[in-house]
């Protein structure tokens, strides 16, 4: 059970006699500490026995200090040392993030998930100005939102921008976070174009892709746009491609139905050929998914255990999803997704532990291909 006692106060902004840290700064120690948050992110850290504290305010604007996650953690780790603590010894929250900083947040969890540490999501990608206040003597976190003078176009759709703050008492909304990112997992890329399109194309006459708990729909279009080029590549261009995104929010499907996304320069600049061969450009913050691609694409709101429904696909793909939940729930999701394999077919799903490695191999069915990655036997 968390120490951290996590309050959402939604009035005016005050000032409150504490630390100010600025963006990119970071502070450790027992003092209260604030910070105030855009489309900036908050990686924080808690001790309730020794009552420390540590906030870092992440921008993305350079690699420096608290501007890039894993230079904010290095900081906060030299600090804690002073401590005598460790990172894994304190709670971990995040909050934080804007629509049109997507990957400002993402770097920040990947950095938490490839360091192992368990963290909190508290308040994502959103659109109010929010004012966090730490105050480790007592053990409290407060989050003031002032609301918004005039109601944005996210209004509707983004939790954070939930003036009733209902995404906080419901459980099943709060399964949404909104945290994706086009092409932001580069080894399922990679399996994808290397291992499973060689394959289907040797074996089978189709490639059908299902994206468990795909968000707003990122995940899917990225794996179609590598998809499509692979097969063009191959000089099989009609070779038949499906996808098939599903999560159990209604409001990230719609979004992935609609197909517009904002659109970091850095990110379009990371994979230009591929925007510009798959998408339309809106404005100059905007991209639109293109014909081809959404023919090819569809979403269903489905929670990931009730499996597949009579169809089995060639790839099945679950990232970034498990870890949320406790290992028997993990188990269930699992079982779930199994059964949308095709025997010859594959399976992409990561999980902080061993736990799905296991039981896939345990199983006898599956070979183990590499991380998170795996095919299913032949009978």
């Known amino acids: 059970m968390s120490a951290l006692k996590f309050e959402i106060v939604p009035a005016v902004i005050k000032d409150y006699q504490s630390v100010r840290v600025l963006q990119g700064q970071v502070h450790v120690g027992p003092e209260p500490q604030q910070t105030y948050l855009r489309s900036c992110v908050c990686v924080g850290f808690y001790h309730p026995t020794r009552r420390l504290g540590a906030l870092s305010h992440i921008t993305g604007f ?23 603590l460790r990172l894994a010894d304190c709670e971990c929250f995040v909050i934080g993030g804007a629509e049109l900083a997507r990957h400002v947040f993402d770097s920040a969890i990947r950095e938490l998930r490839d360091r192992r540490l368990q963290y909190r999501e508290l308040d994502v990608l959103g659109t109010f100005h929010r004012k966090l206040l730490l105050n480790p003597q007592d053990g409290t976190l407060a989050l ?58 040797r074996s089978f006459k189709r490639c059908h892709i299902w994206c468990a708990g795909c968000s707003t729909g990122m995940e899917v279009y990225s794996l179609g746009m590598v998809a ?28 992935g139905r609609l197909g517009d ?16 061969q798959y998408c339309e450009r809106v404005d100059p913050h905007t991209v639109r998914i293109g014909q081809e691609l959404r023919a090819r694409s569809s979403f269903a709101q489905r929670d990931i255990r009730e499996g597949s429904r009579r169809h089995r696909f060639e790839l099945v793909v679950c990232d970034h999803v498990l870890q949320y939940f406790t290992p028997e729930i993990q188990l269930e999701f699992l079982q779930g997704l199994t059964t949308g394999v095709r025997p010859g077919g594959f399976i992409y799903v990561s999980s902080p532990s061993a ?11 599956y070979e183990m291909l590499s991380r998170s990655f795996y095919s299913r036997r032949q009978p």
Not at 162 to 187: H, K, M, V, Y
Not at 261 to 276: K, N, Q, V
């Open 62 to 84: 350079s690699e420096a200090g608290g501007h890039s996650a894993p230079a904010a953690l290095r900081e906060i780790e030299s600090r804690l040392t002073q401590h005598g």
């Open 144 to 201: 003031f939102k002032s609301q918004p003078t005039s109601p944005t176009k996210d209004h509707d759709a983004t939790f954070s921008a939930d003036p009733a703050l209902n995404c906080f008492q419901d459980r099943r909304r709060r399964l949404f976070t909104g945290a994706s990112l086009f092409f932001r997992n580069p080894e399922l890329l990679q399996c994808l174009r290397e291992a499973v399109i060689p394959a289907v194309l």
């Open 228 to 255: 499509l080029d692979t097969l063009a590549r191959s000089k099989q261009p009609q070779f038949e491609l499906r996808l098939l995104g599903t999560d159990v929010s209604e409001e990230a499907l719609a979004q």
């Open 261 to 276: 996304y904002a659109l970091s320069a850095r990110m379009e600049d990371s994979h230009a050929d591929l925007f510009r």
């Open 355 to 365: 736990l799905i490695r296991d039981t896939l191999l345990a199983s006898g069915e």
